[in-house]
């Protein structure tokens, strides 16, 4: 055997592992179980840059690891196969997305096999697969076929709800239900054509069609949801968006925001994830109340957290939507609230909260009465209200609320303060205990007497309550556009009914274009004789991009399941994700629907899990490094980056593949640049030298750095163990091509201690002095606690300083190579395994069990003491 030949081992075992399903893993019940979980990539016509495969590294090594450890370990990967890129691509060069998105697979599973990752491909899945996609189908039917019970906490089946509706009415129902749901008597339901009772049921079920008003974005034809849209723009993309009223598919999120609160108590999940689930949430306790419109038998319902601050209300304000606007408006303040309202109704609710700011409102002209001190309070419109929230109708306290005080001091209205010697910040911390004064019946009180007295008192005189609020909305869940799961869903008197379990899949229909028709339907409009035997017409929107991904994690447990979206057998054995990996980016997105879906699926018995991932990792990201030369402006001349200063210069990108150690390759750099062709470059210390910058990794900068080159020069094995070197898996870190070397090196050495001379293997039986044990044991040792920590890149270092002392002492010794072979195999499974077998094994090295610690060569049994003497 010759050097160390990465190129050749790693197809080899590669093959072989493939060859030989080495991977593949099935329930033990002998063996404890480890789940561990990348989130699936989309897969972009990009293929993978070097940033991508940081977390599934690192996944791969703990999957590894665990598998030496004793653990059963599944290790699935699979493709989010349907999306807008295809999608928009398509629309582009009319090729079919089911074509491009194959194509892209292709490339991912090459690029994710060239890495030496240990999945077992038997249990892929792909979204946009029908027999992936009718199992998405079927939990949406559970889905529609559910309604949820507030007294049980848990949703039930529908079925239940119209045995109730039948027996008497809905009453006495604790279910939640949309706001505007009539309340009827058993006889009323019965007396309801079949049609009617289906719209009733509508505002019930767990997954309902509505008039809602959405975010429509006209550049990409579609609806986007809340988390998709960013400052009034499309997240992708960047377009605007507006507010639009349409019939739309909605999740009742809603009905399950306190559990998926709760919940977060119970998962090891990084907290600013949990924080921006929490805030998304946004549970607020408080109370609800009425103030008397001053001449209309109309009252204003406010929703307050501070029903303390009653008496420090000065006005009102009301939500630019809100239907009492047209009627209390005086003649005086007309034409100014209406213009008002025209400009503010089609801002998004972002825009609006964010520009805290900026003052806007109007004087509608009417009052209303407190019902604390009889004072009267005039009434404002103001856009910092929010329609959907509360009741859309604030109790404006200048003294306590911030909104309120900018907004008093730029219209002039007085400010009543509540608390004694207490400013803003201190009297909006409830911790701090300060005495109300100006404050009638609650004078005296302190802040946490003062709120149940308050509420009493809306009690007694029949005017509020305590009242719980949540910020967050039911989830839009469609999309007018062609790439993503068809309902199972068909319409009949205009109400939806669903297909039968076994008419599903509802595949997909082929249409000529992918745009909407002319009439402004969906592209599914298109198709061609698609409805049911019976010719009703099926829905004409898709799923959302989170259909898929809300439940994956359960498929991956029993894949090629054709009865079943996951046998009860392994869903019992599997149970959970014990370690997910992804990126933080879905924290209210894919995070927050795929906990809901898990604990409807628990509520009717499908899981035996609540939440279905113990813990959380996100990885940071990997940042381009791009590499800039300076250009003496107004010359064609380039100056090297130590003496720039010479010169008014302007940095160029260039391309980091011509770049090394910072060091240009000039005559690339020509061929990269036909503009500079002609350019002279003053050098220093005869090279040219670039500057750099950490930016995003992205192919306008220049910067991308393609892991196929790197396995090309490298290998597979130092690109895993680099990535891990480059720092913590959490943290964001730029990429620097640099260091590859000495990781190169280092497994270069690792390779020659177990080579002679001549680089023929050789290893000797000869007993290990207790000096090489002690660098075997330290090494293993702290690896293993290290992996623990998920501090993989520490891991690297240990095994350097072990490999670097071993080779002081020229140790190949068998009982030392062998057990270094099986701790740094989950690193670089393809040495590992040549090695391996190189040392006579014929099994796989992932069969190999971790090297027990042998603790007494780690104990000191040698001092030296310095000596000091006065
Ligand atoms: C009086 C008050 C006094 C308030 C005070 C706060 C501080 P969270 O915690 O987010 O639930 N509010 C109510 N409905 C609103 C709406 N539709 N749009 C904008 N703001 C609204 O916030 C609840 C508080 O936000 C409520 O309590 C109300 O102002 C305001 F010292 O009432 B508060």
Redesign the pocket.
């Known amino acids: 055997m010759a050097d160390y030949d990465f190129g050749t081992i790693e197809q080899k075992w590669q093959d072989h592992w493939t060859k030989a399903q080495v991977y593949q893993v099935n329930e033990d019940a002998n063996k404890p179980k480890y789940y561990i979980l990348d989130m699936f990539p989309y897969p972009s016509g990009a293929g993978l840059h070097v940033g991508h495969p940081l977390g599934y590294i690192a996944t791969d090594i703990i999957a590894r690891y665990k598998r030496l450890k004793g653990f059963n370990v599944l290790h699935p990967m699979g493709f989010d196969s349907f999306g807008l890129p295809a999608e928009q691509y398509a629309i582009q060069t009319g090729q079919h997305p089911a074509k491009t998105t194959a194509a892209n697979i292709q490339r991912y599973k090459e690029q994710l096999r060239s890495l030496g990752f240990s999945y077992d491909w038997s249990r892929e899945v792909q979204t946009s697969d029908p027999s992936f996609y009718k199992w998405t189908q079927w939990i949406f039917k559970q889905l529609f076929n559910a309604y949820y019970d507030t007294k049980l906490d848990k949703a039930r089946s529908i079925d239940d709800l119209i045995a109730q509706f039948k027996l008497s009415g809905n009453k006495e129902i604790t279910a939640v239900c949309d706001e505007d749901t009539p309340s009827f008597t058993a006889a009323q339901w019965q007396g309801l054509s079949p049609a009617e009772q289906q719209r009733t049921l509508l505002k019930y079920r767990l997954t309902y069609i509505a008039e809602t008003s959405v975010n429509w974005c006209p550049a990409l034809g579609t609806v986007l949801s809340n988390d998709e849209v960013k400052d009034g723009f499309s997240e992708r993309g960047g377009h605007p968006v507006e507010k639009k009223k349409m019939p739309q598919w909605s999740m009742r999120i809603t009905a399950y925001a306190d559990r998926l609160l709760s919940g977060l108590d119970t998962i090891d999940w990084p907290e600013p994830i949990k924080e921006m689930q929490r805030n998304w949430i ?1 549970k ?1 306790i ?1 109370a609800e109340m009425d103030f008397q419109i001053e001449g209309y038998e109309d009252k204003i319902r ?5 029903i303390d ?1 009653i008496y ?2 000065t006005f009102l304000t009301l ?1 630019p939507e809100s239907e009492l606007v047209e009627k209390i408006t005086t003649e005086v303040q007309k034409a100014e609230v209406d213009a008002y309202v025209s400009w503010a109704v089609n801002r998004s609710e972002r825009e609006r909260m964010s520009e805290v700011k900026k003052v806007t409102g109007v004087f509608t002209g009417a009052y209303a009465i407190n019902p604390f001190n009889e004072e009267k309070v005039p009434i404002w419109i103001a856009d ?14 200048p ?3 911030q ?2 005080y900018d907004f008093a001091k730029h219209f002039e209205l007085p400010i009543v303060p509540v608390y004694e010697n207490m400013d803003m910040s201190e ?2 911390d409830p911790t701090k205990e300060g005495k109300m004064i100006n404050s009638g019946i609650l004078d005296g009180l302190k802040y946490s007497e003062a709120i149940p007295r308050a509420i009493e008192f809306l009690e007694e005189k029949g005017i509020g309550e305590k009242k719980i ?1 949540f ?1 967050i909305r039911d989830a839009i869940f469609g999309r007018q556009r062609y790439w993503g799961e068809p309902f199972p869903v068909y319409y009949k008197d205009g109400v939806p009914h669903l297909l039968s379990d076994n008419q599903l899949p509802n595949e997909l229909p082929e249409v000529d274009k992918f745009l909407p028709t002319e009439t402004g339907e969906p592209p599914l409009g298109r198709a061609q004789d698609w409805t049911t035997a019976e010719g009703y017409e099926f829905e004409l929107t898709t799923m959302p991009g989170w259909a898929g991904s809300s439940w994956y994690f359960f498929r991956y447990m029993d894949a090629n399941n054709t009865q079943e979206f996951a046998g009860k057998a392994a869903l019992d054995y599997w149970k959970d994700v014990d370690l997910y990996l992804g990126g933080s980016e879905h924290a209210t997105g894919h995070l927050l629907y795929s906990r809901f879906w898990t604990k409807f699926l628990f509520d009717m018995g499908f899981v035996s899990v609540e939440e279905y991932a113990q813990k959380l990792i996100n990885q940071g990201m990997i940042q381009g490094r791009s590499s800039m030369a300076y250009r003496v402006n107004g010359e064609n001349k380039y100056v090297s980056y130590g003496l720039r200063g010479n010169y008014e210069t302007t940095a160029i990108h260039v391309d980091v593949s011509i770049v090394k150690d910072d060091v240009l390759d000039i005559e690339a750099f020509k061929r990269f640049r036909p503009d500079a062709a002609d350019a002279s470059f003053e050098l220093e210390n005869g090279v040219f030298r670039c500057g750099s910058e950490v930016e995003k990794m992205s192919k306008s900068k220049f910067n991308v750095v393609n892991p196929d080159d790197l396995i090309g020069r490298y290998g597979a094995d130092t690109l895993r163990m680099y990535e891990m070197f480059l720092g913590p898996i959490e943290q964001s870190k730029p990429w620097n091509t640099n260091g590859i070397e000495g990781v190169y090196k280092f497994l270069r050495k690792l390779w020659a201690l177990a080579h002679d001379a001549k680089s023929s293997f050789q290893v000797t039986e000869d007993s290990p002095s207790k000096a090489e044990f002690k660098i075997l044991y330290t090494a293993l040792k702290k690896s293993e606690s290290d992996i623990d920590r998920l501090s993989l890149n520490t891991v690297v270092s240990n095994y350097m300083i072990a490999v670097n002392e071993l080779q002081a002492l020229r140790c190949n010794k068998r009982q030392i190579i062998e057990p270094l072979v099986i701790g740094i195999s989950p690193f670089a499974p393809h040495i590992a395994e040549e090695l391996w077998h190189l040392l006579g094994h014929s099994t796989s090295v992932v069969d190999a069990a971790y090297p027990p610690i042998e603790e007494q060569y780690l104990l000191e049994d040698s001092f030296e003491y310095p000596v000091s003497i006065n």
Do not use: E, H, K, P
């Open positions: 946004g607020s408080g406010v929703f307050t957290t501070r601050t420090g209300v939500a910092y209200v929010l329609a959907g929230y509360g009741t859309g109708a604030v109790m404006a306290v003294s306590g609320d909104r309120d009297q909006a609020n910020r």
